[in-house]
């Protein structure tokens, strides 16, 4: 379940001038509100006829124009939005995380307008009917207030429906990325929204599209490519298999390209930190993405953690609305990140106005919605805050409501569930990780496994491993680890894919005295990273660790070649171990269908990945991005007197400075059989 207490700064440490803190004032003034309740409450009981309510507002008429989906959406938001209280303005303004909600009734009760799940906020059963009679129960609430606006639920299913347990999990955007593959992308998407729609699930924190920079950075695996062009047609790409259709159909989904802007050029890749860039580089390689993206619909934009030049992109007016709105023309919702306006440098209430004014439409809390509507009410009641701001975010709000159906079609579609971890869904994601595999290095040939092969051996702690495959953003905030997730190991895969009679053994980690290691033709060495998410993958270093160090050096101490097969989010930095291995495969992260990765292993298909990011020959020389970009495959003969992928410069033309000052394997760089 993801809890950033780190991200959200207490709110008691806001101005207590104007926000009564959590100390001792902070529960004074609750008990005061809890005695008042009690009397209203009593004298309310005893003779409510008298009770004079505060000046209710009227109730709504059955013929009232907003209800009518035969009107123009314009028509529609305008008659509601002349019907509300600055109360309803500013619930519709607020997402919870559903594990904050005291009860769902406090859905009806603050009038809120979207409800989220950040990573790992299942519901108790994690099931497709779970969710499904979840998002039906908070919708009921949404509906049982007077004007009966439906909430918009959203979650992150950047890899798949990935928080519902068992869905298809396909490779990370990091893997798509090195397919180059834009209808592939749009086809994952699709069967993602699909996977998504059983459940009540139609609004999507996704495609992420950071340019990511610095593989430091510990979410470079949710970045498409470092080069704007290819995130861009990817980014689009995957918005349109979201939006698919009508957008009043139930498997639309709403895409939220995110994180903007900056999100990948931060200073030495820190997650949230701060991104330098002038003004015009910042657009170029950070915002150019979302061009395509805003052209192929995009109705909602995330904004970003990080500062630009000191300043939080949160709090930006000139980011959010004159570049996003002015310069880029996006008429759609912006949404804050998850309790990103608590971390702009004021008191509550300023951070508040900051950046409701900056441009921010919809505050992903996700936790404190009684705070957030307070301040907010009280700012626009003493002038701190136009009510013509609030009412264009409700407008931006409302107007993707009405668009999507919801008022008319409010519940889960359940007809849809058929189609999670349905047999085309996991072929696509078998072909997905087949296009996703970049091979690096393949001396003589080791691979495609052939027929000589008679005796695998297989070994690494990942070998094994579904929840390693996945990655981050699988079940939990950071994933998970083992078998705990329906799926095929690359284990599995190999021993199901393996020739008649062939012998595979397997050992987590190797025993280089063992008979199964040394009466084996081949090894399959997995290794890699274990499961990250967001800031917990951040590195200063990103060496290949010093555990699959050791089982390089044990398994090449054999006779038999090594196939290594390497799980991660980003380029590891493996230059010292590259000559123990015959060959290395860059798998990412693939998700949870590994048969994609044996049939490359065995040449069922054609290794085609090519790199979407540089891989640095050295951690010294990051970041690092080479201009050249070769985009096709390489041949082995193609590598003479590149330096690419050797370490001695006996091996090359290429002296040893300029070796060193090479990347190990370009961007765009990839092998074939
Ligand atoms: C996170 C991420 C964002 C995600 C949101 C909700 O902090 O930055 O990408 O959509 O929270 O989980």
Not at 183 to 200: N, S
Not at 336 to 360: K, V
Not at 380 to 409: C, H, P, W, Y
Request: glycine share 10%.
């Amino acid at each position: 379940m993801k809890q950033r207490t780190k991200l959200l700064p207490s709110k008691a440490g806001g101005d207590t001038t104007c926000e009564p803190t959590r100390g001792w004032r902070g529960w004074a003034y609750t008990a005061a509100a809890l005695l008042l309740s009690v009397l209203l409450a009593t004298t309310a009981c005893t003779s409510s006829e008298e009770t004079v309510e505060p000046d209710e507002p009227p109730p709504v008429p059955e013929d009232a124009a907003y209800l009518d989906p035969g009107l123009p959406t314009e028509e529609r938001v305008e008659d509601l939005l002349d019907r509300m209280t600055l109360e309803e303005k500013v619930g519709q303004m607020t997402q919870v995380d559903r594990q904050f909600l005291t009860t769902p009734r406090d859905i009806a009760e603050f009038k809120l307008g979207s409800i989220l799940s950040g990573g790992g906020s299942h519901p108790p059963e994690n099931t497709p009917d779970g969710w499904a009679d979840m998002y039906d129960e908070f919708q009921e609430q949404a509906l049982d207030t007077r004007l009966g606006i439906p909430i918009l639920y959203g979650i992150d299913a950047v890899h798949g429906h990935n928080n519902l347990q068992d869905a298809t999990i396909f490779p990370h955007n990091i893997g798509l990325g090195a397919s180059r593959n834009a209808e592939l992308v749009e086809a994952v998407a699709r069967a993602t929204a699909l996977e998504m729609a059983g459940t009540g699930m139609r609004w999507n924190f996704g495609p992420a599209i950071p340019v990511p920079q610095d593989p430091r950075w510990g979410r470079t695996y949710e970045g498409f490519a470092e080069t704007p062009d290819v995130v861009g047609e990817l980014g689009a790409a995957a918005v349109r298999g979201y939006q698919s259709g009508s957008p009043t159909d139930s498997d639309w989904v709403l895409a939220t390209p995110k994180h903007w802007i900056g999100d990948g050029g931060t200073e030495g890749g820190e997650d949230q930190g701060d991104t330098p860039l002038p003004r015009e580089e910042l657009i170029e390689l950070h915002g150019t993405p979302y061009e395509p993206a805003i052209a192929e619909g995009a109705r909602v934009i995330m904004a970003s953690y990080n500062s630009w030049q000191g300043e939080k992109v949160h709090g930006s007016r000139e980011l959010l609305t004159d570049v996003l709105r002015g310069e880029f023309g996006f008429d759609g919702m912006i949404l804050s990140d998850w309790g990103a306006i608590y971390q702009l440098p004021a008191a509550e209430a300023g951070q508040t106005r900051q950046s409701i004014a900056a441009g921010i439409d919809m505050n992903m809390v996700p936790d404190d919605y009684r705070s957030f509507i307070s301040t907010t009410k009280e700012l626009v009641q003493e002038g701190e805050l136009s009510e013509s701001r609030i009412d264009e975010a409700v407008r931006n709000i409302l107007t993707i409501k009405f668009e999507m159906g919801l008022f008319e079609e409010p519940f889960a579609d359940r007809g849809h569930q058929d189609a999670i971890r349905s047999e085309e869904h996991l072929e696509l994601a078998r072909e997905s990780v087949q296009e996703s595999l970049v091979l690096l290095r393949n001396e003589e040939s080791t691979l495609p496994i052939d027929e000589d092969v008679r005796h695998i051996h297989i070994t690494g702690r990942f070998a094994d491993d579904i929840g390693a495959q996945c990655g981050g953003w699988t079940l939990e905030w950071q994933g998970v680890r083992g078998n705990v997730i329906e799926g095929t190991s690359i284990r599995q895969a190999i021993a199901s894919r393996a020739h008649r009679g062939m012998d595979i053994t397997f050992s987590e980690s190797p025993d280089g005295a063992s008979q199964d290691l040394q009466a084996a033709d081949l090894v399959v060495a997995v290794i890699g990273e274990r499961p990250y998410a967001e800031m917990e993958g951040d590195r200063n270093r990103i060496d290949i660790l010093p555990t699959d160090v050791r089982l390089l050096e044990t398994v090449s101490a054999g006779e038999a070649p090594v196939a290594a097969v390497l799980l991660s989010g980003r380029p590891l930095v493996l230059t010292d171990e590259l000559p123990m291995m015959d060959a290395l495969v860059a798998a990412w992260l693939p998700g949870t269908e590994a048969d994609g990765i044996a049939d490359v292993l065995f040449g069922d298909v054609e290794p085609s990945g090519r790199l979407p990011m540089t891989w640095p020959r050295r951690n010294e020389q990051i970041p690092i991005q080479v201009d050249e970009d070769r985009g096709g495959l390489w041949s082995t003969e193609d590598l003479a007197d590149t330096g690419y992928g050797v370490v001695d410069e006996r091996e090359t033309e290429l002296n040893a400075e300029e070796l060193e000052s090479l990347p190990l394997f370009p961007y765009g760089f990839g092998l074939s059989y």
